[in-house]
């Protein structure tokens, strides 16, 4: 996994009512990051997300659902812009010969 600079992981969860919350109730929400992850700068990961494996997270992104595996995501909300293909390996390579 990468994670790039200014990101933030958030799990924290409290009660809507006051009266809860001023008692101090508060619960977690376990966030889940795949094998091979990239996750651009200045990304919020909220409560509870799951981002599967070789999945690539734009800067500046606001994960607030579940993404799947093998995609580029972005934007707030992020979203699914587009699959990882092999066609992305040929570019790559083809850049820096």
Known sequence: MFIAPNCGFYTAGHPLDVEQ??????????????????????????????????????????????????????GNPCRVLREITDDDKDKYRKSIE
Request: no cysteine.
């Open 21 to 74: 919350r001023n008692m101090g109730l508060e619960y977690a929400y376990p966030i889940k990051v795949g094998n091979n992850v990239w996750i651009g700068g200045h990304v919020s990961v909220m409560p509870g997300v799951t981002i599967g494996d070789n999945t690539v997270i734009g800067g500046g992104s606001v994960v607030t659902k579940n993404i799947p595996s093998g995609v580029v995501a972005v």
